[in-house]
């Protein structure tokens, strides 16, 4: 599997687990997909569902991607934008970051946010208590060179095409007003903030969330795959015994990098939760084989790539 990166990063950006958290979704031909975390949006697109809803608590994220699938922001239209504004951080340097940002803070362009979110430390997307975008500059005053920008299109590219083609809504609400929603059929993939973890504003995320979180997942009709983490080397996730111990856990080691040193590339050990038993290995692995042979049968549910890999343990 290739994976589609969005335009808009994130931390916390799935793009390295996608495939595997693709492997066991189960969302049903005609059920419709729900994100109540959207942040990058990463699992999502490349899930590709015909009917989503796509939902964030972050106005510009969800600006952003509305103003795609209206038109207002084309793969031309960024590319043109980000050589005008590209050109002017390289002259000036960081005072011109700065400008943006302030620019941003007062009008909220969409365009301003993805020329902050590709030119500030790490990629990091963070708002202080008055909503303003408070990450720092990255240091890199040459980083939108053609063949970035180039990037930068393609993936707006991406996502316009799958928003002409599929019934995509984005929305700005609460994951407690998405949740309910849901219904037998459909599927719901929730990426929220990791609680123990930094968080900013927008993502602000606290244990009376997490039991409000599980709570409506429980009562919910629709099939969901939780995303969250399970320990590292120096603790383990006190959900998970708490809350997530009645639904089926797997688990993959992933790692972070902060830093350039190899002292920084910390393990971690990402779960998803799931309120169903996903399909054995020699399941998947037939389930693969008969989609070769009939992509259209409306019998294979599983949204599969690849079996299930042998560190995962249930």
């Not at 990058?40 to 015909?50: A, E, L, M, Q, T």
């Not at 969330?209 to 629709?222: H, I, K, P, V």
């Not at 002292?263 to 996903?278: C, G, K, Q």
């Not at 008969?290 to 890999?309: C, G, H, M, S, W």
Request: aromatic letters at 14%.
């Amino acid at each position: 599997m290739t994976v589609k990166v969005p335009p808009l990063k994130c931390q916390g950006i799935k793009t390295k687990l996608a495939e595997w958290i693709k492997d066991h979704a189960a969302l049903e031909r005609d059920g419709t997909w729900f994100e109540p975390f959207m942040g990058s949006g990463v699992v999502g697109f490349n899930i590709r569902p015909s009917r989503a809803v796509f939902a964030d608590i972050n106005p510009h994220i969800i600006n952003f991607y509305n103003a795609i699938k209206r038109g207002d922001i084309t793969p031309g239209l960024a590319r043109e934008f980000l050589e005008h504004e590209g050109a002017q951080l390289q002259a000036k340097g960081e005072s011109y970051y700065y400008e943006i940002r302030e620019r941003f803070n007062q009008a909220g362009s969409s365009l301003d946010m993805l020329f902050l979110n590709r030119a500030c430390f790490n990629g990091v997307m963070r708002f202080n208590r008055k909503g303003q975008f408070n990450v720092p500059f990255g240091h890199k005053p040459q980083r939108f060179a053609k063949a970035y920008i180039t990037k930068i299109a393609n993936q707006i590219k991406y996502v316009q095409q799958a928003t002409s083609q599929y019934d995509w809504q984005f929305a700005c609400k609460d994951f407690r007003k998405v949740i309910p929603d849901a219904r037998q059929g459909d599927f719901i993939y929730c990426d929220p903030p990791y609680i123990g973890r930094h968080v900013d504003y927008f993502n602000a995320w606290s244990e009376k969330d997490e039991q409000e979180l599980y709570e409506l997942l429980s009562a919910a009709q629709a099939k969901f795959i939780l995303s969250t983490w399970h320990s590292n080397r120096f603790r383990s996730n006190p959900a998970i015994e708490k809350y997530a111990y009645r639904f089926t856990i797997l688990t993959r080691e992933h790692f972070y990098h902060v830093g350039a040193s190899e002292e920084n590339r910390n393990p971690m050990l990402e779960a998803i939760v799931l309120n169903y038993n996903p399909l054995l290995p020699v399941e998947m692995e037939v389930e693969k084989q008969l989609a070769l042979f009939d992509k259209n049968n409306p019998e294979i549910r599983y949204v599969i790539q690849t079996p299930i890999k042998s560190q995962e343990a249930p």
